[in-house]
């Protein structure tokens, strides 16, 4: 069996990537920028380490949730998507009219889809957790369609905290796509928006906030529910479907191209691909994970792999590496850029676009919008 791809990296896989072909003032802004962003994640380091502690604050919680995370490594290990991803049903999808908005003389007309997911816990011993948290077993999306007949769809999946459709649709500038002709799903990823249970202290904190055996499991409720959009989208007569997303959005969006064979394309930007790797070196979560590592007596490694299940690096992709364009920032602290290559590697043929900015700061961003949209015109053609 070939080695799996968390013990082939060493423990810190630092390098610097993407500075070819930079002047002097783009090398000065991505240093400021890079700098920045060390300051600005302490606070989301600090609200995750926060959420994760007090999930793991009961007695004997720690050995509980890591004896609970050995489940998954065989799973990862094996790289069959199919043990982990079970095929999705058909289900019953509501929908309701949400106001329409203009964009430059063209009327997006949008409507919000809801559905009870029937998801399973993969895992069994997260299965409590998971029925306890009503809000986040109901599927949401907003889907903006013509209304006229089926046309080429892009599923857009949203960063850690950041739901808002109005956030992604001007980040991806999604309303220009729309007046191209496009429809566009934009999808909520659990414990986000109205999927988030209530009375909790910020958006998206049920993700972290609820022990690592759920984080993983989060995960795989995301793909699973993006999975049964699929099939609502196929049962409206759509031939072309693409998938993108921002940093927690962006590795779901390389997760469902790696396990689903129905999509055209992917575009992940600034993905969270090695999450293991970006809490160590974040503070203070680094400082909880090594302890919390060290107290189980494992090191980076092995961690990795219990938590890879719900990775794309751990499958083989059944989709062309020409048809992904991964977009990632020299600056990034959020998700340091060799986290990115690590998802270049993984299909081999990719587009790897750099932009001069960071996680936070987009420098650069109108020259990734224009390729990141002729590649989902060129391959919702194809």
């Given at each position: ?20 072909g ?18 600005a ?36 290990r ?23 908005v ?15 997911s ?32 089926p ?25 220009q ?12 990823f ?11 202290p ?123 364009l ?57």
């Amino acid at each position: 069996m070939a080695v799996p791809w968390w013990e082939r990296l060493p423990d810190a896989p630092h390098r610097r990537v993407g500075h070819a072909g930079l002047g002097l003032r783009q090398r000065l802004q991505v240093q400021w920028v890079a700098a920045l962003e060390r300051v600005a994640r302490v606070p989301l380091s600090s609200a995750v380490a926060a959420a994760t502690a007090a999930s793991l604050a009961e007695p004997g919680r720690v050995r509980q949730e890591f004896e609970a995370l050995r489940f998954y490594e065989p799973l990862a290990r094996s790289g069959d998507a199919s043990r982990v991803f079970a095929p999705p049903q058909q289900v019953a999808i509501g929908e309701r009219p949400l106001a329409t908005v203009r964009s430059k003389g063209v009327q997006i007309q949008r409507r919000a889809l809801h559905f009870a997911s029937p998801f399973v816990p993969l895992n069994p011993a997260a299965a409590p957790g998971i029925a306890r948290m009503k809000r986040s077993a109901v599927a949401h999306a907003e889907h903006w369609c013509h209304g006229d007949g089926p046309r080429p769809t892009l599923i857009v999946v949203h960063g850690f905290g950041a739901s808002m459709p109005w956030l992604n649709a001007h980040a991806l500038s999604l309303r220009q796509l729309y007046r191209s002709g496009h429809d566009v799903l934009l999808f909520t990823f659990p414990h986000h928006g109205p999927r988030a249970e209530a009375r909790l202290p910020f958006n998206g904190h049920g993700v972290f906030g609820n022990g690592l055996l759920h984080f993983v499991e989060s995960t795989l409720l995301a793909i699973h529910d993006l999975r049964v959009l699929i099939n609502h989208l196929r049962s409206r007569g759509v031939a072309r479907i693409g998938v993108a997303g921002i940093s927690l959005g962006g590795s779901a969006a390389a997760l469902l191209a790696s396990v689903d064979d129905r999509l055209d394309y992917c575009i992940p930007v600034v993905p969270g691909v090695s999450p293991i790797d970006a809490f160590l070196e974040w503070q203070p979560t680094g400082m909880l994970l090594t302890r919390l590592m060290r107290s189980q007596g494992i090191g980076v490694d092995e961690m990795r792999g219990l938590m890879a299940v719900h990775n794309p690096l751990s499958y083989a992709s059944p989709m062309a590496g020409e048809r992904v364009l991964i977009i990632g920032g020299i600056g990034d602290r959020v998700t340091a850029p060799h986290h990115v290559e690590l998802l270049h590697r993984h299909w081999p043929g990719s587009t790897m676009h750099w932009f001069p900015g960071s996680h936070l700061l987009h420098f650069g961003r109108g020259e990734y919008l224009r390729l990141m949209h002729a590649h989902i015109d060129r391959w919702s053609m194809a």
